[in-house]
């Protein structure tokens, strides 16, 4: 409920980048059914807030901060059978996220992160278990609610400085290893111009990809238009448009 509220007044332009979050939901129409949804978060890490993760430096993992972070895309989920749909619904909704960045690129900063789950086994993430498991004493979703109202534990309790050869050699091979289930969407960003970065994620050591908004091809080839009425496309000529009336957005192919 809060995340909508706050999506709500995001759109109408009533947030600074420090709070504002976008969501999409995507709609089966006629009925109006949900079938998935993605976000963006203005900015990921601010004073009250920071945006953490460790970073590999040659043999160690090095904590680190940012109290003014990136803009993050996120929370892209579809349900699972029309994740290989004619109309590529997963692509739809990854992509409205950047056509709306590029209409209003000043709610958002220039440096874009993505960040993606790492496999788990049997439920488990073996990094967590290792690293934040020991020094928190939390379990894994614990620990990750938590950190939603709060990090202040993890400056608190995480180690600054971690020697990988320490760690055990199942889990120093999960490390920035993107899990089967976002392979598919891990693509689509290498495709559009993101690269994966020497980051990680702190919990579960996921790798972040990051790019340059100006230089993503979805944001530099697209073009503003005014709706005469009327009008066809070439034969076989498909394009993603987005409207936005009043702070109202609606997207479709």
Same mark, same amino acid.
């Given at each position: 409920?809060?995340?909508?509220?706050?999506?709500?007044?995001?759109?109408?332009?009533?947030?600074?980048?420090?709070?504002?979050?976008?969501?999409?939901?995507?709609?089966?129409?006629?009925? /109006?059914?949900? $079938? *998935?949804?993605? +976000?963006?978060?203005? !900015?990921?890490?601010?004073? &009250?807030?920071?945006?953490?993760? @460790? %970073?590999?430096?040659?043999?160690?993992?090095?904590?680190?901060?940012?109290?003014?972070?990136?803009?993050?895309?996120?929370?892209?989920?579809?349900?699972?059978?029309?994740?290989?749909? /004619?109309?590529? $619904? *997963?692509?739809? +909704?990854?992509?409205? !996220?950047?056509?709306?960045? &590029?209409?209003?690129?000043?709610? @958002? %900063?220039?440096?874009?992160?993505?960040?993606?789950?790492?496999?788990?086994?049997?439920?488990?993430?073996?990094?967590?278990?290792?690293?934040?498991?020991?020094?928190?004493?939390?379990?894994?979703?614990?620990?990750?609610?938590?950190?939603?109202?709060?990090?202040?534990?993890?400056?608190?309790?995480?180690?600054?400085?971690?020697?990988?050869?320490?760690?055990?050699?199942?889990?120093?091979?999960?490390?920035?290893?993107?899990?089967?289930?976002?392979?598919?969407?891990?693509?689509?960003?290498?495709?559009?111009?993101?690269?994966?970065?020497?980051?990680?994620?702190?919990?579960?050591?996921?790798?972040?990809?990051?790019?340059?908004?100006?230089?993503?091809?979805?944001?530099?080839?697209?073009?503003?238009?005014?709706?005469?009425?009327?009008?066809?496309?070439?034969?076989?000529?498909?394009?993603?448009?987005?409207?936005?009336?009043?702070?109202?957005?609606?997207?479709?192919?």
């Amino acid at each position: 409920r809060n995340l909508i509220k706050t999506a709500v007044r995001s759109f109408r332009g009533e947030l600074g980048r420090e709070k504002a979050k976008y969501l999409f939901v995507m709609e089966r129409p006629p009925s /109006k059914a949900l $079938l *998935g949804c993605s +976000l963006i978060i203005a !900015r990921q890490g601010t004073p &009250a807030s920071p945006h953490i993760y @460790f %970073e590999r430096r040659g043999k160690l993992l090095q904590f680190g901060s940012a109290k003014h972070g990136p803009t993050e895309i996120g929370g892209l989920i579809l349900k699972g059978r029309f994740r290989r749909h /004619k109309e590529k $619904l *997963g692509k739809q +909704l990854s992509w409205i !996220r950047f056509l709306y960045m &590029a209409r209003h690129p000043g709610r @958002f %900063e220039n440096k874009i992160l993505a960040e993606f789950l790492p496999p788990f086994q049997n439920g488990k993430n073996l990094f967590w278990e290792c690293v934040g498991k020991r020094f928190t004493g939390l379990a894994y979703g614990a620990a990750d609610r938590l950190s939603v109202y709060t990090k202040q534990f993890v400056f608190d309790l995480f180690p600054r400085r971690i020697a990988i050869q320490c760690l055990p050699k199942r889990v120093r091979g999960l490390l920035g290893k993107v899990g089967p289930g976002a392979e598919g969407a891990r693509r689509m960003l290498l495709a559009i111009g993101f690269r994966k970065t020497s980051r990680i994620e702190p919990f579960d050591g996921g790798p972040y990809y990051e790019a340059s908004r100006k230089n993503l091809t979805l944001i530099r080839k697209m073009k503003k238009a005014s709706f005469q009425g009327g009008g066809t496309l070439r034969k076989g000529k498909r394009i993603f448009v987005l409207v936005e009336r009043r702070g109202k957005v609606r997207g479709c192919i």
